[in-house]
């Protein structure tokens, strides 16, 4: 089995003002996703002090964050292919949008809106864990990928 803990969306000065339990959650995974809006460079350095880290920038990034990370990411984990990005714009057809950004993946991992979301979107499993002092996800793969929303 191949744990990720997800996080959007922290707007932290620090990795201090992400809550005690997410941290602890992501400490006990193989990889941290962070989908953007970190908004400072300490929270990315605290995280990569944790463990392995999978990131984007989002619109409120700083702009060292945004020219030392990409606005969107694709990568393999445990034999599944992951699209990663932060997203823009409103709301409405917010799931469609980031959809048609990748083709072929088994897994796409957002943030923006502020909203948890785990639903199945053309084959895909679209996951959202919402902002992060309020929630934060995991996701398992095995023989097929889970994930859950945590509530803080």
Wanted: charged share 25%; proline share 3%.
């Amino acid at each position: 089995m191949y744990t990720i803990g997800v996080i959007s969306d922290t707007h932290a000065r620090t990795i201090h003002d992400i809550p005690a339990r997410v941290l602890k959650a992501l400490s006990e995974t193989d990889l941290i996703v962070h989908a953007g809006d970190f908004t400072h460079m300490a929270v990315l350095d605290g995280l990569r002090a944790i463990g392995e880290v999978k990131a984007v920038a989002g619109n409120m990034d700083s702009i060292l964050l945004k020219t030392r990370l990409p606005q969107k990411e694709l990568f393999e984990v445990a034999g599944r292919t992951v699209g990663l990005t932060h997203s823009s714009g409103g709301p409405r057809g917010m799931a469609d949008r980031i959809r048609d950004m990748f083709t072929d993946v088994d897994l796409i991992i957002y943030g923006h809106s502020h909203e948890p979301w785990n639903e199945t979107n053309r084959g895909t499993l679209m996951f959202n864990p919402g902002r992060g002092r309020y929630s934060f996800g995991l996701i398992t793969i095995e023989d097929e990928i889970k994930a859950e929303i945590i509530a803080i």
